[in-house]
């Protein structure tokens, strides 16, 4: 994750094993902000929205609005989510890195979207064969935090 702050104690080339795994065009002194984090956690809530998708040109006969059917991005991207989520987790449990606390708390929808796309069989498949036992603790309290808010319609 872009988020990361590099340790202030860290020695020059512990600072350059994590300055490599950044982007270049990133400052490893100022991360992506909290704004950018909140933006990113926008993005991926946005994939679950049901929308209508618009057509534009002559290759596709005019239809009304009632014959199209909303979907979400959520589906197609479902495959990908996990290895969002095991970034997450990575940078997480980096021990030359930090995330604080106000980033995480941004990306948390986000997050949560994310593991409302992976499910729990990708989760449990992601839990043998993707993360050590570091990221098996935090994936398994972030897994917590999104059952907590999940919406359980009961009726």
Not at 9 to 20: E, F, M, R
Not at 122 to 140: E, H, N, P, W
Not at 147 to 153: A, I
């Amino acid at each position: 994750m872009l988020s990361r702050k590099i340790r202030p104690q860290l020695g020059a080339k512990q600072s350059k094993i994590v300055t490599d795994t950044f982007p270049s065009w990133l400052s490893a002194s100022q991360p992506l902000s909290t704004d950018e984090a909140r933006a990113f956690a926008r993005l991926l809530t946005s994939l679950t929205t049901k929308t209508v998708p618009r057509t534009y040109g002559y290759a596709h006969p005019p239809t009304s609005t009632e014959s199209q059917k909303a979907e979400s991005l959520a589906k197609p991207f479902a495959k990908h989510a996990s290895y969002v989520l095991v970034a997450y987790v990575d940078a997480f449990n980096d021990p030359l890195c930090i995330i604080n606390a106000e980033t995480r708390r941004d990306l948390e929808p986000g997050l949560f979207a994310l593991c409302e796309m992976v499910g729990e069989h990708s989760r449990d498949a992601l839990m043998v064969s993707a993360l050590d036992s570091g990221g098996k603790t935090i994936l398994k309290s972030l897994w917590k935090e999104y059952e907590k808010q999940r919406y359980v319609g009961k009726g």
